[in-house]
């Protein structure tokens, strides 16, 4: 098998599952009980939120755990409006977004919010932008760190810097599932008041996730129940998939430019084998990520082709998986045209992924190009 599609999700580290299994057997208290095992929960927990603390560079107390990244980011969006858009009901965002920051603002406008939607323009985001749309009418604005797509990273720092000098009261959050142990992600660096993670994209178990709160930011609580979390979000904690996070964080940590160096060597070669072959095109820009690579196969549908590779046991994705298959626009908005659109295909690595595994995909491909050109 070849798996090339490690931006829907990643294979849980083999010490990953055996913490979180480990946990499900002599683990199972719930942390909020007041007896040992209880504690015993609490205490699992408290050292994941401090590994996820650590490498964001924050206190362990502004980290608040949830069920997967869809609820960090309708939180925090959710959250902020709720809190700070009493009075100040104009929201920024981006035409690239995943559908958890995509639909949260589509609710908001729904309930009369002035939604601002910023398009890149040549391919690339202009912060420029972002500061005309902004005005003291503003109470929030959100914009991923890597687009799940293309790879392409967003100027989030440039822009929420900007915002903050001139108006520092706008809350700024930033959904960086793509970019988390991937590339540095520091609140402080970004000036993001808000930042999503989920597990299951660093080795981790689905199911889990996490938002950076900054301390002074008041969110409007979306899970009503209990007072876990610090009363940020009600219900039970997943304390066994928590410690798995935990565990994926702590593997990953301090082997970040081992794992670019070798992910940037796997993209030179893949666009490089790409680029010999006719017909197939390269949608990212160089300056995107190196472990997501986005081609079109002139010709040829997406489904049509990965259904092929598939059969060959080579998994790769046309897109965001959370769209299953629908056409998300994002392509469209980064000036690709449709016809390509239609022919995406998303190759997205994890440091375990070899030259001779991109060899075999790019000798599948070329076979696919001959049987199912239309």
Known sequence: MIYFDNAATTKPAKTVAETVYKCLEDNFGNPSSLH??????EQTMTAARKNIAD???VPAETVYFTSGATESSNLAVRGAAGTYGRRKKKVITTTVEHSSVKEAFNRLEEEGF???????????FDPADFIRAADE???LISMMLVNNETGAVLPVKKVFTEIK???PDIITHCDAVQAFMKIPVKPNDLKADLISMSAHKIY?????GALYVKKGVRLLKQ??????????????????????????VSLLA???????????????YLTEKISAMDGVVLNSREDAVPYIVNISVKGIRSEIILHFLEEKEIYISSGSACSKGAKSGVLGEFGIRPELEDSALRISFCHENTEAEIDEFINALEEAQKRLRR
Request: with cysteine.
């Open 36 to 41: 040992a095992l209880g504690l015993k929960a």
């Open 55 to 57: 490498a964001l560079g």
């Open 223 to 248: 899970n009503l129940g209990g007072r876990q979390e610090n009363n940020m979000r009600g219900g039970t904690e997943a304390v066994p998939l928590i410690a798995g996070f935990g565990e994926a």
């Open 137 to 139: 009418s503003t109470c």
């Open 114 to 124: 002035e939604v601002i939607r910023i398009s890149p323009r040549d391919g690339a």
């Open 165 to 167: 000098r001139r108006f």
């Open 254 to 268: 301090g082997t970040m430019a081992e794992r670019t160096e070798k992910l940037e060597a796997l993209r030179k």
């Open 204 to 208: 981790g178990p689905k199911g889990v």
